[in-house]
């Protein structure tokens, strides 16, 4: 079978299936060094991401992954840490939350306000994409740089879609919109706790989150914005506000800007289609910006569909 796609949903989707035995092959347009994923910046926790009653299910398997491959770090790129949820309530939480080990109210001395404190997977997304590759090797399945334009003439005899937001065209779904999402990386000048803030006004979220030899800062989550060139004036908003919730990050030097497109559609499309001109497609994508939270546990659902057939949620 053909997994279209490298980002973290499509290699996830196709290890769990080579490591099932099957023979897998990816098809992607450009390496997953490349792909939005790797812009990401990988703290585990929903965020824009749909339907809720299915997300806690997949976001806490994935979750049960991540802890196993955070006794890695250095290999799988994945390690938790502890952090500070600011604004959010035990109270406002989905009931999934109440599954999370450790989550509780923040003390005064963590964070001076209202939050939650949790130890939670923090991924270092170039480390971590690697790693899924090297799996996949090991598992025999195979990486190609080919670019699909149409699903109906790729040669297997099922087809795995997960093309993230190209799924827009290629579909076409005009239902998978981007949402824009712009980062800084700044050197870490000693910090190794995360913070998420979100303003209930505006809904912008800022976030600080911190690998070995960098901060990521952010972000941004512009609807329907196209652009992959950074914004000067966004980058130093990111900068500003940041720098309120981690004074330490005022200096640091400025080692780059990312942009990255988040898939984002009303709900995730995960669904078996039977063709009448071409292969059975599995749809999986519009994962908007919690593919790496909810990978593991929707690739299983993924697996299922293309072994079982069983249909797990509509367009």
Known sequence: MIVVGSGVIGLTTA????????RVRVWTREPAERATSAVAGALWWPYRIEPEELVGAWALASLSVYEELAARPDITGVRM?????AGARLDGQAPWAARVPGLRAATAEEYAGVGLRARLPLIDMPVYLRRLCERLTAAGGTVEIRTVTDLARVPAPVVVNCTGLGARTLVPDPAVRPVRGQLVITENPGLDSWIVA???VTGTST???PQPDRLVLGGTGDEDDWSLTPDPAVAAAIIERCGALRPEIAGARVLGHLVGLRPARASVRLEREVRADGPVVVHHYGHGGAGVTVAWGCALEAAALVTDGDRVTTP
């Open 15 to 22: 290890v769990v299936l080579a490591e099932r035995g099957l």
């Open 81 to 85: 840490a502890d952090g500070v949820l």
């Open 198 to 200: 979100t303003d209930d």
């Open 207 to 209: 976030y600080v989150f």
